[in-house]
Structures are given as structure tokens and as C-alpha cells.
């Protein structure tokens, strides 16, 4: 099953493999891991990179509405999600059993995003020449 | 994470603390004054083209809580001022050398990150 929520990027197709695929595994707070895969996704992007985005296990909390900054002042990921548009990096997939195990709607999500089951997320990994995982 | 001041700035006679590479030390401190002082110090005159430029940096970093490098610069540029404007040409005009970081610094945001 895939669905889309929200407005749908051009091209959201499994069969569109960017230049870099990174997969994000990390819940916003509690570790560096997510910023630190969108900082790579960032600088990538800046450089003319087409860059694609995997949510899986807990990173797809990231993509809740207002991960903004805490207490500690450290910076929020909703800002740095919000951004990538402006970097051009509009192909974004999530994994449907993440959300499904965590009760998550995908049209409660913060950014238009594309759900795959188990079996394209491997053909999504197969289909791209560089992966980095955090 | 803590910022050496390398130099201070006079500016209305309050004194503005840069970084080793000249940009504001607390965000904070930046007033229009302040860029206009940042772009003497830097030879530069600012025009009403600089000052809409200023004027979208400031309004990215509201947005996203960082500096664009060039590319979102661009990006951001024309959504806010359209095809003409939007353009590293243009841009590399207005602030000769490195847009992203001579226009981030006038507006006060940090140094951009992804840029080099």
C-alpha cells in the first residue's frame, strides 16, 4: 500500500532513486543521530546532490508537528525538516509498519511524505547507489 | 557553545562583539545600523537591492533557525522577489565574492553552515 498526505511532491514514485539515500532512525531528542543525517542531507543538497530521505524505527517521530526547541536551548529538528524544501530534497518515504507501530496516522505528519511497506523499502535501498544510515 | 570575540564594533555608541570571522557574536545585537556599520567595515555601501536581500536572509533564519547556503539563498530570493532577482548572478553582484556569507553576516545570522 502507499499512501501520500498532503500535497503530493512531483515525484514521489519508488522508482525515482536520487543521488543519496539517507535513512533516518533517531527520534529528535535523547541523541544527535537525526540532526546529524539531515546536516549530511543538507550539505549534500548545497552541493547539487539529489538527496532522498528514509524514516524508519523512530525517526519517524521526526516528523510530528512541532519538534521545536526545549528547555536546554539546544535547536529543533521542525525547523531543520521545514527547510528542506529550500534545499530541493522533495523525495521523503517513511516506513508504514514504523507508523503503524507507533499508532501514527501518516496524514498527522508535518511534511507530505510517501509510506512503503517492508518489501519496497528494499527495493527503495536496492534501487540507490549510496546509502547512509544514522 | 561559547564564541571568542576576536574585535568589537562601535555602533551608536553600543559596542558589538564579532567573531574571528566577522560575524555578530549574539544575534541579538544586530539593528540596521549595525549591518550599515558591518558593510563600512567592509568597504561595502548598501543599497535598497542589498536591503531586500537583508531582509529575506532575516526572514529564512525566523523561518528555519539557520543560514541558507547558496542554493536556498537563491531559492528563497526568487519566491520572495521573483525570477529576476533570483539568481546567483544577481546576487554575486550585489555581494561580490561569496553571497551566502558576505549577505548572512550583514544580516546577522550565523555563517552558513554548508557552505564553503
Redesign the interface.
Known amino acids: 500500500m502507499n499512501s501520500t498526505s498532503g500535497i503530493s511532491p512531483a515525484t514521489t514514485a519508488i522508482d525515482a532513486p536520487q543521488d543519496l539515500l539517507i535513512v533516518l532512525r533517531h527520534a529528535p531528542h535523547g541523541s544527535s543521530w537525526l540532526r546529524e543525517g539531515l546536516d549530511v542531507a543538507l550539505v549534500a543538497a548545497a552541493f547539487g546532490k539529489r538527496v532522498g530521505l528514509l524514516f524508519q524505527g523512530d525517526g519517524v517521530f521526526a516528523l510530528l508537528q512541532g519538534q521545536s526547541s526545549g528547555p536546554l536551548a539546544q535547536k529543533g529538528t521542525h525547523p531543520q525538516l521545514a527547510m528542506l524544501e529550500m534545499y530541493d530534497i522533495e523525495h521523503l518515504w517513511v516506513s508504514e509498519a514504523a507508523l503503524a507501530a507507533r499508532g501514527l496516522p501518516v496524514d498527522s505528519l508535518m511534511l507530505p511524505v510517501t509510506s512503503l511497506e517492508a518489501s519496497r523499502i528494499a527495493r527503495l535501498m536496492h534501487s540507490h547507489p549510496h546509502t547512509l544510515i544514522f | 557553545m561559547a564564541i571568542n570575540t576576536a574585535r568589537v564594533l562601535n555602533v551608536e555608541g553600543r559596542s558589538v562583539a564579532l567573531d574571528p570571522e566577522g560575524y555578530l557574536v549574539s544575534l541579538d545585537d544586530w539593528s540596521p545600523a549595525v549591518a550599515e556599520a558591518l558593510a563600512a567595515d567592509d568597504d561595502r555601501q548598501l543599497t535598497a537591492e542589498h536591503w531586500e536581500v537583508i531582509e529575506v536572509l532575516r526572514d529564512?533564519y525566523r523561518?528555519?533557525?539557520?543560514a541558507?547556503?547558496?542554493?536556498?539563498l537563491v531559492?528563497?530570493v526568487r519566491q520572495a522577489l521573483g525570477e529576476e532577482k533570483g539568481n546567483s548572478l544577481y546576487l554575486m553582484r550585489l555581494f561580490p565574492e561569496s553571497p551566502a556569507k558576505v549577505a548572512a553576516r550583514l544580516a546577522g545570522l550565523p555563517k552558513p553552515?554548508?557552505?564553503l
Do not use: H, L, Q, V
Open positions: 529564512f523561518r528555519f533557525e539557520a541558507p547556503a547558496m542554493r536556498p531559492k528563497a553552515t554548508n557552505c
